[in-house]
């Protein structure tokens, strides 16, 4: 008997190697087992056994290292179709489905006998036998922490005399629980006012009186809460030793969803449409379902894992990581309570390793997390989700394997015969188009809903986008960032009490060149994208195509209408923030991008100075765009709409689109109706117009006639290398020589494609200080040509990459 094991090795194979199965040993496929690699023993999981085997000589499996399969036979399947479609080593890509922590190195583990032996006389033997005698299956590490130094060799002398086993393991790190340091009062509130009052009055700076002071309105706080004011463990131990307070410690759940459990709130009676939309999608193998912002998508999602629960069934709910707030969370946990499991990346290890078998179990049957929650191991799968299905966050760009969660999810529904829904307002073209040329279901929910506080439902409006053409303003005159009529709108919005959000699309924007006259960009005549400035240049300005390394110089004046107001663009969010201090006097103005919003927490405070109506206006980046739902939010103005139609990315509109409808579905979404304005140079580019009009339709017709003409996906598919080295010469050197490679196995062929661009230096042209340079690969099947070249550890292979920056 001969058994295919993925092995646990930083070599990036991509196939199993095969090892003997010694007699007596119970295999099954998905089993965890340790398997000699070279001169090491090291982890692997069995995909397949077979009578046969077609290498000579094969070495026998070591051990197993758990008896129950990890991977069910559709997993391995998926894996092993993962490893072939994104060119990934093997063992990542199994490692994906594995719970967080196994591939950390295995860990020796120490059991005691049913019958031992007389106790041994040395005392360090019988301090160890006491210990697991008392505690059971234990690891060296905590052996070690309990008696001292333990060598392997005494351990194995006492395996041998009979007295306890000695194996390698799986580290589950179960059962240690967290604890969290809290203070409490313990006095009534109103006695501890009042001698915060007493204290504050004799030291208005007192320390203790803010602390009694918060816990009056608060009585039981983590300590880091009190330690924040100020308060060292002095402090705290004289108001402990003076009866007000105590310090204890509060066993902190490893359960994530613990605080949103307990829930089965009766749904709501679907509406017609949405009934129709979850009956197709129940009844078809996959499905699009199209529906504008706050259309009542997720009431769907929601009955459709009701469905699937009472069929006996599991589900998997991927949502974008940023979409994954707590009240998301509790929109999930209020109605499946205890079958609810949740995944992100926010997790420990311990978090999320409890997770993965409470799922595993069968215990948790739904499961809601983000792009990596789509490898929970869900038994008897009837239904994957994924909301939001455009969003490139379902991409892994790094590390290996760069897959994506959408193909993955489609792949799992066909060998596990789960349905599959994708969710969107805005859907991917690629998606869109195979839901127009019949490989899809689709579905559409076009009403957008206002829920009113009795739970009932009326027909809400979308917010009314008006395009602001800069060229006029400039033409009038006015060369603030700010158009008159935005400008006039946040006014009125600011004396009504309510709120504005500025959003600048900011990326890259520097080094696009645009004529301010005509709105004339210089595109790449054979790829269709924006030529931009060449960051490396160094003589001249020199416009570059990032993709096929076409280069020109940069004229003075503007090509198209010979304007000498041909220039760089684009402005930063902190000059937008400066300007509209100055423009909007007395208004509380905040800015939130990637330096302003760097944690969850951040985020989560502006979301919730926001809600309290601390702020008038926030200036921000797409980072905005994102599920904000916001009561008194009625303007929003796009400051430069443009910026993103010009990044060298056959995806430019497509994106614009998304984040245009994205941010302007912020606005107006209760009784308030919003105002959107569209700033840009280009009022007639189609993605604007588009967005403007709310016409999804309209994008697709042109976006889907722009790809077909230049021949981009869904007509083909995009696969990106790139080769990094610190050495110019050298760098360029390699890349050429795969370049060149790529082109004769494709000529030998006799095959006109895939085409293959460059290298060429890449619009980010160097990171963490080494250069970069990129070829990028069209056709059918890049990947198919890719897989024949050798490539050593500097290059990254990325089919269908997110970006191609
Ligand atoms: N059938 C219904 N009856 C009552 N309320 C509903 C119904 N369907 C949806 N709602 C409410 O309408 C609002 C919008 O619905 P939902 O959040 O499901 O829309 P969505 O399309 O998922 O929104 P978004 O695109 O913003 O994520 C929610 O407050 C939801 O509770
Ligand atoms: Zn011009
Ligand atoms: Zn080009």
Redesign the pocket.
């Known amino acids: 008997m001969f058994a295919e094991v993925g092995v646990y090795t930083t070599q990036p194979a991509r196939r199993p190697f095969t090892y003997a199965v010694p007699p007596g040993m119970a295999l099954a496929p998905g089993m965890a087992v340790f398997v000699p690699f070279g001169p090491r023993i090291v982890q692997g999981i069995v995909l397949r056994l077979s009578e046969r085997s077609e290498v000579e000589a094969v070495r026998p499996i070591s051990a197993v290292m758990d008896p129950e399969p990890l991977l069910d036979p559709a997993r391995i399947a998926l894996a092993e179709w993962m490893a072939e479609e994104y060119l990934a080593p093997l063992w990542e890509c199994v490692a994906c489905f594995l719970p967080a922590g196994f591939g950390q190195k295995p860990v020796t583990m120490v059991s005691p006998v049913d019958v031992p032996p007389l106790l041994p006389v040395y005392p360090k033997d019988r301090a160890i036998l006491q210990y697991i005698a008392a505690h059971g299956r234990v690891t060296l590490d905590e052996l070690r922490k309990a008696v001292g130094q333990v060598s392997l060799t005494t351990l194995q002398r006492l395996q041998q005399e009979g007295h306890l086993t000695v194996t390698q393991g799986l580290a589950r790190p179960t059962g240690r629980p967290k604890f969290e340091r809290r203070v409490a009062l313990t006095v009534e509130p109103a006695a501890a006012r009042a001698e915060a009052e007493r204290l504050l009055a004799e030291r208005p700076r007192s320390v203790e009186g803010r602390v009694l002071l918060r816990l009056a309105e608060e009585p039981d706080l983590p300590l880091g809460a009190v330690r924040a004011l100020g308060a060292t463990p002095g402090h705290l131990e004289r108001l402990a030793e003076r009866g007000f307070i105590r310090a204890y410690d509060r066993r902190v759940e490893r359960d994530p969803v613990a605080a949103v459990r307990g829930g089965s709130r009766p749904p709501?009676?679907?509406?017609a449409e949405?009934a129709a939309a979850a009956d197709t999608a129940w009844r078809e193998r996959v499905t699009l379902l199209h529906?504008?912002?706050?259309?009542?998508?997720?009431?769907?999602y929601l009955d459709l894992v009701g469905r699937a629960l009472a069929a006996g069934g599991g589900a998997i709910v991927l949502v974008p990581e940023i979409s994954l707030t707590p009240q998301a969370i509790r929109r999930f946990g209020e109605r499946f309570g205890d079958e609810l499991a949740v995944f992100h990346s926010r997790l420990s290890t311990g978090e999320l390793y409890d997770q993965w078998f409470r799922v595993e179990r069968g215990e948790a049957r739904l499961v809601l997390g983000s792009r990596s929650a789509v490898f929970a191991p869900v038994r008897k799968l009837e239904l994957v989700v994924l909301?939001e299905e455009h969003e490139w966050s379902y991409k892994q760009s790094d590390p290996v394997p760069r897959y994506h969660a959408r193909d993955v999810a489609l792949k799992l529904g066909e060998l596990t015969g789960a349905r599959v829904v994708l969710?969107s307002?805005t859907p991917d073209v690629v998606t869109y188009h195979r839901a127009e040329t019949g490989q899809i279901a689709r579905v559409e929910?076009a009403t957008r809903?206002a829920?009113a506080e009795d739970?009932?439902?009326t027909e809400g409006a979308l917010p009314s986008v008006q395009v602001v053409d800069m060229r006029e303003e400039l033409r009038a005159g006015n060369r603030s960032m700010f158009s008159r009529a935005l400008r006039q709108a946040v006014r009125e919005a600011l004396v009504a009490g309510e709120q504005a959000i500025l959003f600048v699309n900011r990326r890259g924007s520097a080094r696009f060149v645009l004529c301010r006259d005509c709105g004339f960009l210089p595109l790449c005549p054979s790829c269709e994208v924006a030529m931009s400035l060449d960051a490396e240049a160094t003589i001249h300005a020199m416009l570059r195509c990032h993709h096929c390394g076409r280069t020109k110089r940069l004229e003075e004046r503007c090509p198209n209408c010979d304007s000498l107001r041909y220039r760089p663009f684009g402005v930063g969010t902190q000059r937008v923030e400066a300007e509209a201090r100055a423009v909007f006097r007395g208004a509380r103005v905040a800015r939130w991008d990637s330096d302003t919003a760097r944690t969850r927490d951040a985020h989560e405070r502006m979301v919730a100075a926001l809600e309290a109506g601390k702020i008038d206006i926030v200036v921000g980046t797409q980072l905005l765009a994102k599920?904000l739902?916001l009561e008194r939010l009625t303007v929003v103005g796009v400051v430069d709409a443009d910026v993103g139609l010009s990044l060298p990315d056959y995806r430019a509109a497509e994106r614009t689109y998304q984040l245009l409808s994205q941010v302007a579905?912020r606005a107006g979404r209760r009784d308030r109706p919003g105002r959107v304005y569209i700033q840009t140079y280009e009022p007639e580019a189609p993605p604007i117009v588009a967005a403007a009009e709310h016409d999804y339709r309209g994008f697709y017709e042109s976006e889907i006639a722009h790809r077909r003409r230049a021949g981009y996906p869904p007509f083909s598919r995009i696969a990106r290398l790139v080769y990094r080295h610190h050495d110019e010469a050298a760098g360029l050197e390699e890349a050429s020589r795969v370049a060149r490679e790529l082109r004769v196995l494709r000529d030998a062929a006799g095959r006109a494609e895939p085409e293959i661009l460059g290298p060429t230096r890449p619009f980010i042209p160097r990171v963490r200080g080494e250069l970069r340079w990129q070829i990028l690969l069209r056709g059918r099947a890049p990947g198919t040509l890719i897989g024949q070249v050798r490539l050593g550890e500097r290059w990254q292979v990325d089919i269908d990459p997110a970006s191609l920056l």
Do not use: C, N, R, W
């Open positions: 709501p009676v679907l509406s949405q529906g504008v912002t706050g259309s009542g998508k997720t009431e769907v909301d969710g307002a929910l809903l829920p739970g009932s439902v599920g739902d579905g």
